[in-house]
């Protein structure tokens, strides 16, 4: 999966759990500072983040990612070529 399809995919799955349009969510984005995702939020988009790429995250790791191209960069790295 080439990265331009891993970053749409993301940017899907963050709208969905942040009720957020495709415009806000750049990728330079922090979720917490940028985007207003809370503790509970950040929970949900690791979830979503499995469940939209059918993988299963490092939960602590995940957590750790703070951008959107953070996550980009973390999930790619951990799908099948």
Do not use: C, W, Y
């Not at 979720?31 to 983040?49: E, K, N, R, T």
């Not at 602590?60 to 191209?69: D, G, H, I, P, Y």
């Amino acid at each position: 999966m080439d990265r331009s399809e891993v970053e749409s995919r993301v940017r899907t799955a963050i709208g969905r759990v942040l009720h957020l349009s495709a415009g806000e969510i750049t990728p330079e984005a922090n979720f917490i500072f940028d985007l207003g995702a809370d503790s509970m939020q950040s929970l949900q988009l690791v979830a979503a983040f499995e469940e939209e790429f059918g993988v299963e995250l490092d939960q602590e790791a995940a957590l750790a990612v703070q951008t959107v191209t953070g996550a980009v960069d973390f999930l790619k790295a951990r799908l099948p070529e």
